[in-house]
């Protein structure tokens, strides 16, 4: 199962994950594979992240050898759950080779296990096969199915984000998981291309309240500009603004379920920001309220005082929809 070769994956690093109450050590591990077969969000860049290799056989080669140097680079004593990262799906067999599934459930036997796939790769069997090898008793659910929802509203998912799927979709695709004895994990896209703040504010709402029955782990992503997209396209020409972090604080003061959220190039101008004043400050207490769950924390976050905050509830009263945003 181990390969003689070694081949660092696209990134890996340790870190700490919320899970029910607990707070786990967590691998994360973004691995280089043959590529997302669907490739036309609008805001995503790592479909360029792949293998362009001829065959099933050397893509496998590839990720067997990624998987030999993630075991010799962690000890699987230091740490408990295990997030899988790959261009697209992990169970799309195109991009990730069926035969790998067993040498992933191997090596990460009793651990917490969240792999990323679109929900046209669900399939029942696939996954009772895959929790088999990689259950030891250890979690009431070993496996979670981290689907990119972005939101639940079909016409935005299918003009701002051309995500390729409906909600009834993820439904389907969430009642297969879950039949299998899998769990769901969502996530969410916070201001997609071509909304303004407040209609953005009020489809993650929306949203966070249609998937709640559905799905059992909620994170939220607020949008950043990716390099060699459309969504970039967009931002060069002062047509797309980021969210503001007030709005981030906002939602996740108001989710009836705890949802983590990493505000990726927070505080910059390609990702969630305010003014550049109070950034630093709100971007480190999502974090921390992401393994705290402290509710308490978002709400004094929200009382702090910046000129900003002004701006923002302007804009959000202001903007119109589907029209240049007023700030970048």
């Known amino acids: 199962m181990i390969s003689d070769r070694m081949e660092k994956p696209l990134a890996s690093w340790r870190g700490k994950e919320r899970y029910g109450n607990e707070v786990l050590e967590c691998l994360t591990i973004i691995v280089r594979s043959g590529g997302c077969s669907y490739g036309a969000c609008r805001m995503c860049s790592y479909r360029h992240e792949r293998f362009h290799t001829t065959s099933c056989e050397d893509l496998l080669l590839h990720l067997k050898a990624q998987l030999a140097w993630i075991m010799n680079q962690y000890d699987p004593a230091e740490y408990r759950m295990v997030k899988i990262f790959t261009s697209g ?99 969410f896209l916070f201001k997609p291309l071509f909304l ?90 999502i974090r921390d309220y992401s393994l705290s769950a402290d509710r308490e924390l978002i709400g004094a976050l929200l009382e702090t005082r910046c000129s900003c905050k002004e701006e923002w509830e302007y804009i959000l009263c202001h903007e119109q929809p589907w029209c240049m945003p007023l700030t970048r």
């Open 89 to 187: 799906s992990f169970f799309d067999p195109v991009e990730v080779p069926m035969a790998f599934h067993a040498d992933v459930a191997t090596a990460f036997h009793g651990k917490l296990l969240i792999v990323e796939t679109r929900p046209e790769y669900i399939d029942e069997e696939t996954l009772r096969s895959f929790i088999r090898l990689l259950d030891d008793g250890s979690w009431k659910t070993p496996l979670y199915c981290a689907i990119g929802l972005e939101t639940s509203n079909d016409a935005i998912r299918e003009k701002c984000i051309n995500k390729g799927f409906t909600f009834a979709d993820f439904e389907d695709a969430a009642g297969r998981a879950h039949a299998a004895g899998a769990g769901v994990k969502a996530y």
């Open 196 to 285: 303004s703040e407040a209609e953005a504010v009020n489809d993650m709402r929306t949203t966070i309240a249609d998937t709640v029955p559905l799905a059992e782990l909620f994170s939220m992503n607020p949008c950043t500009v990716q390099r060699n997209t459309e969504l970039e396209f967009y931002w060069k020409r002062g047509a797309y603004r980021p969210p503001y972090l007030w709005s981030v604080l906002t939602l996740l003061y108001e989710s009836p379920v705890h949802m983590t959220c990493d505000p990726l190039g927070g505080g910059q101008a390609r990702g969630p920001h305010n003014c550049g004043k109070c950034d630093y400050e709100l971007v480190r207490g």
